[in-house]
């Protein structure tokens, strides 16, 4: 098992910087891929960003395109998303998650294992 912790949320202002991590309290990261969801009150979890730790290759949503990035450093076995612009429409929590097998996925349901997130406040 895979269990991922995130950390990093926080309040900021409209136009500011965040990064947001992600780390196994478990194990390390080899082999699987990572997304980053996100949940706003009152919507559906959606997709951010994913990354393959073996081949680095990277996915992220359009509204993510130019603002967002997501990263890893393996010797730490973390998992970043840098999130530039903030707007207050990214306010939500922001969710870690794992998948063990497979390719790149935007899909909830491809990913196993899942953090209790870390909130993200942007205020306007």
């Known amino acids: 098992q895979v269990q991922p912790v995130e950390s990093g949320g926080g309040l900021v202002q409209a136009g500011a910087s965040l990064r947001v991590s992600c780390t196994a309290s478990?194990?390390?990261?080899?082999?699987?891929?990572l997304g980053w969801f996100r949940q706003a009150p009152g919507k559906e979890r959606e997709f951010v960003a994913a990354l393959s730790w073996i081949t680095g290759n990277t996915d992220s949503a359009d509204f993510a395109k130019g603002r967002f990035t997501i990263s890893r450093d393996n010797a730490r076995n973390t998992l970043y998303l840098q999130m530039n612009s903030l707007k207050p429409e990214d306010t939500a929590v922001y969710f870690c998650a794992v998948r063990t097998g497979g390719f790149l996925s935007q899909l909830e349901k491809d990913y196993e294992y899942w953090g209790q997130g870390t909130q993200v406040t942007v205020s306007s």
């Open positions: 478990t194990r390390t990261f080899s082999r699987y891929t």
